[in-house]
């Protein structure tokens, strides 16, 4: 199985140099949440640099985010020992969601690469289509429960 480079399994560090903290406009207090619910990965791939990709869902990690009407943010991120290549990895998703447009960005204490990745709306569906973030590509789709 393709391991991750070891700057991939330091999750919670390394991943911040490309973090995108701040998003622009878009969602007002005041503004009706559509986000809002409850989403779970259905497509979770990660591809390192110079790897195959790797099947998270395949290998039994999980990403789900809930977002509350007011544009809260709940859940987790677990990547099992045999994706990161060291220790398994636990992130809570607590933060806030903000969308501008048809984009969402996570703003997250955890330190991941989620929150560093631009999600596109569509329907009932959140979705990174092939997106770098360090040195490894992801594609995620998130689906409304």
Do not use: H
């Amino acid at each position: 199985m393709p391991r991750l480079p070891s700057m991939l399994r330091r999750f919670p560090t390394t991943l911040a140099i490309a973090s995108m903290l701040s998003a622009c406009g878009g969602d007002t207090p005041t503004e009706t949440n559509v986000l809002a619910g409850s989403y779970r990965a259905t497509t979770f791939r990660v591809t390192p640099s110079g790897q195959a990709a790797i099947d998270v869902l395949a290998q039994s990690g999980t990403l789900t985010i809930t977002i509350a009407t007011d544009k809260a943010t709940s859940g987790s991120l677990v990547l099992p020992a045999s994706v990161t290549g060291g220790t398994a990895l636990t992130e809570s998703m607590a933060g806030t969601a903000v969308r501008t447009g048809n984009a969402v960005q996570f703003q997250q204490a955890a330190d991941t690469f989620v929150r560093d990745l631009t999600w596109t709306v569509s329907g009932n569906a959140m979705t990174v289509a092939d997106q770098a973030v360090g040195s490894a590509r992801f594609t995620i789709t998130l689906a409304r429960q």
